[in-house]
């Protein structure tokens, strides 16, 4: 079984050279690879987890290079469980992608590089979730880095490219960071092996210890998107195509929240700054939720609530109790989910209405009732209406909370009842706006194509009748085409062309997560006892070790 442990992040990579070798000739098969590639991940990823589960952490060394010399890669309960869940989400979207590719009718050559460039992120991805050294980690991390910014610019429209650089830049030094953190760590314990890090850690100064600490703490922060350091997320998702906002903004985000996981409770067991990692969750969530309170996008009011409930999981962190961590990794898993669908119902909106601006949204509950439920579900999971698998993960953090009883915990009990009322708001207005009130008149009818203006900064931007004034939507104009006619494809970046009837693959790749969110509801047993064998694990430390090292 321990030979599996690899595949996660071997195939993805072998099947990228076979679509770059092949897809730009032979687009059916570049899908085919994709497709059952992402399948068998899936597959794999769900095999290790059971098999952790039962038999204890898996362990492979590549090339049979003991520690600290060799690459190890370890499956866990823990990793187990997030290549499963991301896995099954990354398939989701690959197939919602198809589905938009093929309603644009895109043939261009940036569509042609979107999968190798996606399975290069399942494969940094799996990396990341495997990695048992903090090398390992970063190489999983960069892996990532590349891949999002070709998906992030994909067409190489001006919002494109600038939110892109946006992104690189942060997440460039972010990495600068890393590396120096890695080297502080190496150069005063003579090894970057998870498992020989977690005895040698301790016997260092408790000055080294805590900078070491609080670097590695900031360099995740900053790819979970954690207050301060999120700044940079509300300007950087929401001009991907609908796919990539919906990966990146479901999963990425919760790679940084793993590895704090997993190194909070391997390395700097005894939650030295848990008080500081309370404070920044309580100022995640209030300050991520008011700013989606003031959104009237949604593309830009999601990734404020991501903000917001990326704080409920550091809170798990902070408490650094089992009953915290199993609330903590269900609402991971949880709301990688559901942050996922809610995009990629952002990106059917758009496709329906012709914008994400929720000022000239309205009545689709009536005009496509099946995207109305597709909405609402998740909507209402994420904003913990019971019994959904958002109540679930935020009843064990809160309950984690009172048990704690010290002040911050009691404080970040209040603050998480707060922000989820806020969310309930959040999602009430969303509903009100797009879904219950009556179209306004300046909604864009069914075949309206929205062509932005990017490419010509210099163009004259026409101010006839179909200019709506005052709509925020100043570098757009709209041309009125037969309704399913594609001009320019939403992936390649030049345009949004409205219709009546979804593409049918963009329905079911939604649905289907929306079922995987309602069954974490089904299976909450199952899934919470799954969870608290994880925690209890990641506490223990030892059978990580064990399994590691041999002894």
């Known amino acids: 079984m321990n030979a599996l442990v690899p595949l996660p992040v071997l195939l993805p990579l072998c099947a990228t050279g076979l679509s770059l070798a092949f897809g730009t000739r032979l687009k059916q098969f570049q899908r085919f690879i994709s497709v059952a590639v992402l399948t068998a991940v899936l597959g794999l990823s769900a095999t290790l987890m059971?098999?952790?589960?039962?038999d204890g952490p898996l362990t492979v060394h590549l090339g049979d290079f003991a520690p600290p010399l060799g690459i190890t890669l370890v499956a866990d309960r823990l990793s187990g469980l997030m290549l499963t869940v991301s896995s099954?989400?990354?398939l989701c979207v690959l197939v919602y992608s198809l589905g938009q590719g093929m309603a644009d009718r895109d043939e261009e050559t940036p569509v042609a590089v979107f999968h190798p460039a996606y399975l290069i992120l399942v494969a940094g991805v799996s990396c990341t979730?495997?990695?048992?050294?903090?090398v390992n980690l970063y190489v999983g991390f960069e892996i990532m880095l590349v891949a999002s910014f070709v998906l992030l610019t994909l067409g190489g429209t001006g919002p494109r490219v600038r939110a892109g650089s946006t992104y690189v830049i942060i997440s460039l030094f972010s990495s600068m960071l890393f590396l120096t953190a890695i080297a502080m760590t190496y150069a005063a314990t003579g090894t970057a092996n998870f498992a020989q890090l977690?005895?040698?850690?301790?016997?260092?100064?408790l000055g080294v210890q805590t900078l070491i600490q609080a670097m590695l703490l900031t360099v995740f922060a900053v790819k979970a998107a954690v207050f301060p350091l999120a700044a940079w997320l509300p300007d950087s998702y929401p001009t991907a195509p609908a796919p990539v906002t919906a990966v990146f903004a479901g999963l990425l985000t919760k790679v940084g929240v793993y590895c704090m996981l997993r190194t909070e409770t391997l390395l700097f067991p005894g939650n030295r700054l848990g008080d500081l990692l309370m404070a920044a969750a309580l100022a995640s969530m209030i300050v991520g939720i008011l700013g989606a309170v003031a959104q009237t996008d949604l593309k830009r009011l999601l990734s404020f609530t991501l903000i917001s409930h990326i704080g409920y999981m550091v809170f798990g962190i902070g408490l650094a109790t089992q009953e915290a961590y199993g609330g903590a990794i269900v609402y991971v898993v949880h709301h990688i989910t559901v942050q996922t669908t809610l995009f990629l119902v952002a990106g059917l909106i758009e496709r329906r209405g012709g914008t994400t601006e929720l000022t000239r949204l309205g009545g689709i509950a009536k005009a496509a009732p099946l995207l109305a439920v597709l909405f609402f579900v998740p909507a209402m999971n994420l904003a913990g209406i019971p019994p959904l698998s958002g109540f679930i993960g935020k009843l064990g953090l809160m309950r984690?909370?009172?048990?704690d009883g010290g002040v911050w915990a009691w404080i970040l009990v209040i603050g998480s009842t707060a922000t989820s009322l806020l969310t309930l708001y959040v999602m009430a207005k969303v509903w009100n706006l797009a879904f219950w009130r009556a179209a306004p008149p300046g909604q864009a009818l069914d075949?309206?194509?929205?062509?932005?203006?990017?490419?010509?900064?210099?163009?004259?931007?026409?101010e006839g009748p179909d200019r709506m004034p005052g709509t925020g939507d100043e570098g757009v104009r709209l041309r009125h085409q037969p309704a399913g006619r594609a001009v320019a494809a939403t992936l390649h970046g030049h345009a949004v062309t409205t219709t009546t009837r979804l593409p049918r693959l963009m329905t079911w790749a939604t649905?289907?997560?929306?079922?995987?969110?309602?069954?974490?509801?089904?299976f909450a047993?199952?899934?919470t006892s799954y969870t608290d064998r994880a925690a209890a694990e990641l506490i223990a430390r030892t059978p990580y070790v064990e399994a590691v090292l041999g002894r």
């Open 50 to 54: 059971v098999a952790a589960d039962v």
């Open 88 to 90: 099954a989400v990354t």
């Open 129 to 134: 979730f495997l990695a048992g050294d903090l």
């Open 198 to 205: 977690a005895g040698r850690l301790a016997e260092l100064p």
């Open 400 to 403: 984690a909370g009172v048990a």
């Open 447 to 462: 075949g309206t194509v929205l062509e932005s203006d990017d490419e010509d900064d210099d163009a004259d931007v026409d």
């Open 511 to 522: 649905a289907a997560t929306v079922a995987l969110g309602l069954a974490y509801t089904v």
């Open 525 to 527: 047993g199952p899934l």
